[in-house]
């Protein structure tokens, strides 16, 4: 005969050892197979069983019933819960214990009645397993073959029992709903082509669905985390992405970003994130979840369509700025063209041998002149500008400075460039023509801004500033902070012909400097002490008597 | 096979007076006969009267242009054949002169060869076709 307190030590050890099945997250028809052994030790003749609620809410399942004949077993499985279904689809329909102590007269146990007569059972107490938020999980009930009540241990062991079997139910049914979720999001993310993730960072770890896996090219056994994902962002954009991430992180906020990827073997990927964090009820981060979505396809459609809105605004700039310059360069091709077919025709008339002496005179001489026609139109240029018979007018470069911004802004953007102002609100106006004035700032920007193309795109800046100098003159600046200019003469941009740009003819800042002499102004360019070119054109303040006027 | 001087002669347009002047020295070089007009409207009076079987235009004129004198050639029978030269690169010029149908089509300067050859071909074509 054992004593109290070891039968009293060992219950407790039993239930410590069932809430670990519990933990370890054991199959649940063995932790209740376990309640249920251990319940029916603690007393002599005492058979148990417990069966659970199913999902639809109206039928019992077997649970464990490990002394209850299995043809009984078999009978109850499945059955309705019911105000008149025995002890426990009773019990479970009115949420309350029921204490049958007959059941051959009970009747609550009419349809159930035979049955019991021949499995030799008499008395059965059921009492409803609740969940914590009181929801009906299952029953735990007690048969006795001898008809009586329970007495105060059978009710204290079956207070212990329907709260074990609670815990391990209730357990069983959230992680069944987690899983069904994440089934359901695996599903829904995989038919969107998303990759879905989680970051735990307290672990250290990470899972992601196998379409993220596939999109950021990890293997699909690869133990992930959080480093190792962002490992994944491109080297230009990581620190930003981990700037984002860390604020979310620390603000329990979310977090969204665009940026590339970069796979093994060198791949690049398009993607936008979104993510957020998800904190326990103590205020402490658990885990980041969150979705990644290439976008590759259409981040390729969309620079073809920024490559296609930058022709269109190198279209407007030639219209704009370009018209001088086409015009130029038919002036200049038609001497030349002239040129080179006298020569030919000479070279023609000396192969055939009958050239006649006045006709290769008159072939030179017409040489001679296009030749000087063509310098001529080189010497022209502040000419042209000249001609230019648009009227002046009185000008507050200040506003052409914000009218030529607002032109060449799609190309800003474009180039990913930033410019910036800092304008002199007191300067003086000039006497110009405007168009021109914004031909020489169009010029000067579009010069500036392929100066930063090479930059990455945190540092294209430029600066546009107006101020008045020394001698009342208003000055106006274009500042890059590119490589600069070369560093021996920096004046020789204005040259005919020079050109550090690929593209370039060499033309630009000639015609930007006849317009700002033809104004009566002077242009410079030197290189800024730090790094990068400022260029700067000073024109004379209108007439005072003007400048009222225009105010 | 019609008069042999006629479907010889090269028609000439330019503006450019030194340019009109150093093309005409250039076929003539090469012995064919020119016939020059620095007035596109002059040569328009010309080709109403007479045969034409080639012609060289600039296509960027005051005044008249290439286009309009193409659109005058193909009211003509036998069509002349026409070369267009210009000396504006921008690409609304070239698409100018393409849908005007050109044999040939020279941005100035030209290569004086490429350019004869062109109009001995123009020539060959309109004395077959004639």
């Known amino acids: 005969m054992k004593s109290p307190a070891k039968t009293e030590e060992s219950f407790y050890a039993g239930q410590t050892r069932i809430l670990e099945m519990v933990a370890s997250d054991a199959p649940l028809p063995e932790i209740l197979k376990s309640s249920v052994l251990l319940m029916e030790k603690q007393a002599e003749g005492l058979v148990c069983s417990i069966l659970v609620l199913s999902a639809d809410g109206i039928h019992v399942q077997h649970g464990a019933a490990p002394s209850l004949p299995e043809a009984y077993v078999k009978a109850v499985n499945g059955a309705p819960i019911g105000p008149r279904n025995g002890s426990c689809g009773t019990a479970m329909f009115l949420r309350k214990p029921i204490v049958v102590t007959d059941v051959l007269t009970d009747p609550l146990w009419t349809d159930y009645r035979d049955l019991a007569k021949i499995c030799g059972l008499r008395a059965c107490w059921s009492t409803p397993i609740l969940s914590a938020q009181n929801e009906v999980l299952g029953s735990f009930a007690m048969y006795r073959q001898e008809r009586r009540g329970p007495n105060a241990e059978e009710l204290s062991l079956t207070q212990v029992a329907t709260h074990i079997t609670g815990i391990a139910i209730g357990r069983q049914r959230i992680q069944q709903t987690l899983h069904e979720r994440e089934a359901r999001i695996n599903l829904a993310a995989e038919s969107a082509d998303l990759a879905f993730w989680v970051i735990y960072p307290s672990r250290n770890a990470a899972w992601m669905n196998d379409k993220g896996r596939a999109i950021y090219g990890f293997d699909a056994n690869l133990p992930l985390n959080g480093n190792l994902i962002l490992s994944r962002v491109h080297p230009d954009e990581r620190a930003a992405v981990r700037e984002n991430f860390d604020r979310a992180c620390a603000s329990h906020g979310t977090f969204e970003s665009e940026h590339r990827l970069v796979l093994p073997y060198g791949k690049t990927r398009w993607v936008i994130v979104r993510g957020r964090c998800l904190v326990d009820e103590h205020g402490n981060l658990v885990e980041l979840i969150g979705v990644t979505i290439d976008v590759s396809a259409q981040k390729q459609s969309e620079l073809q369509l920024k490559n296609q809105r930058e022709q269109l605004a190198h279209l407007n700039r030639v219209a704009l700025m370009g018209e001088m310059t086409a015009s130029i360069a038919h002036e200049l091709n038609q001497p030349l063209t002239a040129i080179a077919n006298n020569a030919a025709a000479a070279r023609r008339f000396l192969e055939r041998g009958n050239i006649d002496p006045v006709l290769l005179q008159q072939l030179l001489q017409d040489m001679i002149a296009d030749s000087q026609r063509a310098g001529e139109v080189i010497r022209g240029i502040r000419a042209m500008v000249r001609k230019d018979k648009s009227p002046r007018s009185i000008l507050n470069l200040n506003a052409i400075i914000a009218d030529t911004l607002r032109l060449v802004g799609s190309d800003v953007v474009l180039r990913e460039s930033v410019i910036t102002t800092e304008m002199d609100h007191s300067l003086p106006q000039v006497e110009a023509v405007p168009v021109q004035i914004q031909q020489v700032l169009i010029n000067l920007i579009m010069n500036a801004l392929d100066a930063v193309e090479k930059l990455p795109p945190s540092e294209r800046r430029i600066v546009v500033r107006t101020r008045t100098d020394e001698d009342g003159l208003a000055e106006v600046s274009v500042r890059d902070f590119g490589y600069g200019l070369p560093k021996n003469r920096p004046e020789k941009v204005f040259d005919h012909f020079f050109s550090t740009k690929q593209a370039g003819m060499g033309m630009g800042l000639t015609i930007v400097r006849s317009i700002i002499e033809t104004h009566g102004g002077t242009i410079s360019a030197e290189n800024a002490p730090d790094r990068g070119a400022r260029f700067f054109f000073r024109l004379p303040a209108a007439r005072k008597d003007q400048q009222s006027q225009a105010a | ?130």
């Not at chain 2, 008069?3 to 450019?16: H, R």
């Not at chain 2, 012995?31 to 007479?50: I, M």
Request: hydrophobic share 50%; net charge negative; proline share 5%.
């Open chain 2, 1 to 130: 096979m019609s008069n042999a001087v006629e479907s010889n002669e090269v028609c000439l347009v330019d503006d450019d007076r030194s340019v009109l002047r150093s093309m005409e020295y250039l076929l003539a070089s090469d012995g064919l006969k020119v016939r020059a007009f620095n007035k596109p409207e002059e040569f328009l009076v010309h080709a109403a009267t007479h045969p034409v079987s080639v012609v060289v235009t600039d296509i960027w004129m005051e005044g008249v242009t290439g286009l309009e004198i193409l659109a005058r050639m193909c009211a003509l029978s036998p069509r002349p054949r026409v070369i267009v030269i210009t000396a504006r690169e921008d690409l609304a010029a070239r698409a100018t002169a393409m849908a005007i149908g050109p044999v040939a089509f020279f941005m100035k300067p030209f290569n004086d060869e490429k350019f004869l050859t062109a109009v001995r071909d123009a020539l060959g074509q309109a004395r077959d076709q004639g």
